[in-house]
């Protein structure tokens, strides 16, 4: 079961109808330091799950991205329309001070990458135990990324409703006082959520990138890892995140996956 809808505030009892239309599960995670993980564990950083044979994911140089995480499905309370199993990683580009970001396509994988394995192979013996070096394979390398070195983190899920947040580029559609910034400024005090998220609503500290790209205003968020204090860092305390088309999601089809951080 999942937990309580999120309480409204008396200053916005007025509105509360249309807060609750907007209301949608997700699971929530938090990270912490973890030295007991499996190659197939959820984790973010360390070593990823990778099949004896399985290449690693380059970028168009042939560098090595570097692992961000990783999801074992299995080991999440159950989401409409995600997997109940499998593996879906992420891997970033270190050398370039975007991180692979491309503003102009921002599904395009050269930067950054999206791997899903159906199957989950448990015997170690047929999986890789290390990962290249970006650092030592690229003159290139500014160690840019949002991971501290060695940063190595396991995950914990947990359910959580939510409103949609003032972030996203259709809370001026879905609510009638979202030009009223003194409101608003009370929705986000207690309602915005930001933080590690699968599915349910983005967070960004600029702006929302499906806005000025009519083609994926249908994309909904897939994964968000914010910035906190256990060695992930994106800029100046932002944020970053991978969106995904509904019938792609429900495909287990993850190659126009969006991908966006942005910081302050």
Partial sequence: ??????EIPRALEKYAQEIKATERESIAFKVKTA????LWHSKVGGMPYLPVGEKYPCDSKGYPLTFLMQ???SEIPPLLDYPTEGILQFYINE???????????????????VLYFQTIENDESK???????????????TGCGPLDKNC????EFYREKQYITPFDYRFDKSISFAHDYDIVDVYQEALGTSGHRIGGYPHFTQTDPRVNHEEFQEYELLVQLDSDGN?????DMGIGAFFIHPNDLKDCNFSKVLYNWDCC
Avoid: A
């Fill in 1 to 6: 079961m999942y937990p309580d809808s999120p």
């Fill in 35 to 38: 030295t007991d993980l499996k």
């Fill in 71 to 73: 999801i074992n499905f």
């Fill in 95 to 113: 050398t370039d001070d975007l991180m692979g970001l491309d503003f102009d396509n921002p599904t395009n994988q050269e930067g950054f990458r």
């Fill in 127 to 141: 999986l890789q135990s290390g990962v290249p070096n970006s650092e030592s394979n690229s003159e290139d390398y």
């Fill in 152 to 155: 190595i983190l396991g995950m």
């Fill in 231 to 235: 060695g992930i860092l994106w800029g």
